[in-house]
């Protein structure tokens, strides 16, 4: 499996709160991805990465940011969290010519 | 963006063929076609990747007609294990926002 982390796993959080998730990976890839999932749903992206210090928004972002400071690691932050947002959030990665590699999922309950 | 169509879903018995029809009528010169398989509670796993023509590996096989506006997945011989969702994705990654559609639901019975 591509070297790529996410954590936390799971995590509950209340509403107002802010809460961080973070991606890690180990591959090198330049490109990095955020999805959100919900039920009944294909997954939708929120922001992605080119590059070190540059990213771009998705289809969802509104309520989130992101950072990307080294090559190895994508940081979704949710500045205030609210009930809309619980979902399972997927990071992904790839690189020049190569598919996407996703991680295993963050499970985020916002109570 | 080229958007994807996909059959909602799909049912099918162990040791039959499936085929998997994702329609992409604005496909670009340069997008390929990728299909992904996820099961509940997992990440999507890449299966295949293709331009046009035929693809085949030792998972399933993707045939692209001449005009590239629809890709088939084709899952030989499936089994209960087969049992997950399946994205058609158009574009380049790390080039284009891919955007999943709601892919196929495939159910496999004994």
């Known amino acids: 499996d591509a070297g790529i982390t996410q954590s936390p796993r799971h995590k509950v959080t209340e509403t107002g709160t802010p809460v961080t998730l973070r991606c890690h990976q180990t591959?090198?890839?330049?490109?990095m991805y955020w999805y959100r999932q919900d039920p009944g749903h294909g997954l939708r992206l929120i922001h992605y990465?080119?590059?070190?210090?540059?990213?771009d928004k998705g289809e969802v972002s509104d309520g989130y940011s992101v950072s990307r400071s080294k090559t190895e690691d994508f940081l979704l932050t949710l500045e205030s969290a609210t009930s809309s947002q619980t979902s399972v959030y997927f990071c992904?990665?790839?690189?020049?010519?190569?598919?996407?590699?996703f991680g295993q999922g963050t499970r985020l309950t916002v109570v | 963006l080229a958007k994807t169509t996909q059959p909602i879903s799909m049912d099918s018995y162990e040791g039959q063929e499936v085929n998997i029809t994702c329609s992409h009528n604005?496909?670009?010169?340069?997008?390929?076609i990728t299909w992904y398989q996820q099961f509940p509670s997992q990440g999507p796993r890449f299966i295949i990747q293709?331009?046009?023509t035929k693809v085949t590996n030792e998972v399933a096989s993707l045939f692209i007609p001449a005009d590239r506006k629809s890709s088939t997945l084709s899952l030989p011989r499936v089994s209960l294990s087969d049992t997950a969702v399946y994205y058609c994705?158009?574009?380049?990654?790390?080039?284009?926002?891919?955007?999943f559609g709601t892919g196929t639901r495939l159910q496999v019975f004994p």
């Open positions: 992904a990665i790839s690189d020049e010519d190569t598919e996407a590699f």
């Open positions: 591959e090198n890839h330049r490109y």
């Open positions: 990465s080119y590059g070190v210090k540059d990213t």
């Open positions: 604005n496909i670009a010169t340069n997008d390929y």
């Open positions: 293709g331009y046009k």
């Open positions: 994705l158009v574009g380049v990654w790390g080039t284009d926002k891919l955007i």
